[in-house]
Each structure stands twice: as structure tokens, then as C-alpha cells.
């Protein structure tokens, strides 16, 4: 946070790097959760900074929509933060969705400019209906709307990782990465384990 935060005051005091000229617009662009080792982005201290030096914040949820808040809405939810200090939202309807495609969220004026000027939206065909029904269907999952609880991970995972995959998958023997999140990283003792666990991850 130290390193953005001198990064930020570097920008806003020195300008461009030849011209000197002030920087138009300052974009921050940060993920939700870093799949690597699950670590998740301390949003708050981000919007703080955001709003000290009148930056821009663009925030990836690829790995957290869907994933984390009460009812899966991602970090803006799970820190309790008003979605209208965030620039631009955008995520993947790949990972949590099992579907295809993204989408991009903000002020309407963003959202009508991209809709006329993105390469997607211009020259793109639309997605079609039965990726669109499996998007709103596990949106409703993951957000308990379905009438079951299908889309609430079973307890153990959340709260005792390391014993629930030891005892899904015995025959390996791993160490787990501590992580706040549910992307899990975990360290297998060969090349070949990882090969067979594979087709278990997302
Ligand atoms: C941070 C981040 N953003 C966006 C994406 C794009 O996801 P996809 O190509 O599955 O839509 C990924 C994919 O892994 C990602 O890691």
C-alpha cells in the first residue's frame, strides 16, 4: 500500500515522465483476489488512496465474483463497500459461472460508451441463450435464490481446508498456501500429483 501510495504522489507531482505535463486521468488497477496464492486485495485502503489523489480505480474479479461475499457479489461485498467508489467492475463469467464471457460495470456514461465504441460490442455477435440461461442460473445459485444450497460451499472447505482435500484426495500429500480467500494454493511433493489433480481444479 506504501508502494502505491508513492507511486500515486509520483504521478500527481511529477506529471508525465518527459513533458511534465499532469496526467489527464490515473487509473489503479487491482484484482479482487490473486489467484496464485488466494491473497485478496484490502479494498478499503485502496478506495482510500483512490479518492486522496482523485485516481480512477479499476477493480478485476475474475477470481471473486461469485466467490466471496454473503451472497457472492464479491469484494465490494464482502468489505462492505459502496460499488459507486469503483471506476470500473469487471469479471469473468467463466470461472464462477461455468459460462463464457464478462462483463463490465460502472456509470452509465462508461457502459454506453463501450457499448458504442467496444470492438466486441461494435463487430461481435451477442452471446447466445443458453450461455446467458447458465450465467443467470448460477447466479441464482450462487446467491441461494434456486430454492437449495447447491451454491454454498460445504462448510469444512471454508473453515478446514487442508483436512477436507487430504480426505478428498488421500492419496496425495500436500501442503496449503494460508489464504483468505478460496483459491487455494497448494504445493504437492511432485511434477505428477499435480498432473493427476488436474482435472480437479477451476
Ligand atoms: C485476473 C484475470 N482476469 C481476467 C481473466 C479472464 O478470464 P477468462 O478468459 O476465463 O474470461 C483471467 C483468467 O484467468 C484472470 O486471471
Known amino acids: 500500500m506504501q508502494s502505491l501510495e508513492r507511486l500515486l504522489r509520483e504521478a500527481v507531482c511529477s506529471g508525465q515522465p ?5 496526467w489527464k486521468k490515473i487509473m489503479i488497477m487491482v484484482e479482487g483476489i490473486y489467484s496464485m496464492e ?3 486485495v484490502c479494498l478499503p485502503d485502496i478506495v482510500a488512496l483512490k479518492k486522496k489523489y482523485k ?11 461469485g466467490a466471496v461475499g454473503p451472497t457472492g457479489r464479491g469484494v465490494t461485498e464482502l468489505f462492505g463497500l459502496d460499488t459507486s467508489d469503483i471506476d470500473v467492475m469487471m469479471g469473468t463469467f467463466t470461472k464462477s459461472f461455468g459460462a463464457a464471457g464478462g462483463y463490465i ?3 452509465k456514461e462508461l457502459v454506453d460508451y463501450l457499448r458504442s465504441h467496444s470492438h466486441s460490442a461494435v463487430y461481435a455477435s ?4 443458453p450461455v446467458t440461461e447458465q450465467i443467470l442460473r448460477a447466479m441464482k445459485c450462487i446467491m441461494g435464490l434456486d430454492g437449495t444450497t447447491v451454491g454454498k ?3 469444512p472447505l471454508v473453515t478446514q481446508p487442508l483436512s477436507c482435500l ?5 492419496a496425495f500429500s500436500f501442503s496449503l498456501c494460508l489464504s483468505l480467500s478460496l483459491c487455494l494454493s497448494l504445493s504437492l511433493c511432485s511434477s505428477l500429483h499435480a498432473l493427476k489433480l488436474h482435472p480437479y481444479s477451476l
Open 18 to 22: 518527459r513533458t511534465h505535463r499532469p
Open 38 to 40: 488466494g491473497s485478496v
Open 55 to 65: 485516481a480512477y480505480l479499476y477493480l478485476d474479479e475474475a477470481h471473486s465474483i
Open 105 to 107: 460495470a460502472g456509470k
Open 126 to 129: 451477442a452471446m447466445s441463450p
Open 153 to 155: 460451499l460445504p462448510e
Open 166 to 170: 487430504q480426505q478428498m484426495f488421500p
